[in-house]
């Protein structure tokens, strides 16, 4: 199952349910640059709600 999601409050608030249901992610894709939060930041949290999660942190680089 593939989920997205627009902030990473939300994302994090995502995790968290799905854990208490008992269905964790396996993977989830962080964007560097959020908009309100540091993705680094986000994916620190979500290691420390799973220990079990893989998060890519990726981001978009214009110019090049």
């Known amino acids: ?4 999601t627009n902030t990473g409050e939300e994302a994090l608030e995502k995790v968290q349910r799905t854990l ?25 949290r979500l290691k420390q709600l799973d220990s079990a999660i893989i998060t890519l942190i990726i981001t978009v680089c214009f110019g090049w």
């Open 20 to 44: 208490a249901l008992g269905k964790p992610y396996v993977i989830t894709f962080v964007d560097l640059n959020l908009e309100k939060q540091n993705g680094v930041d986000v994916a620190t």
């Open 1 to 4: 199952e593939v989920n997205g």
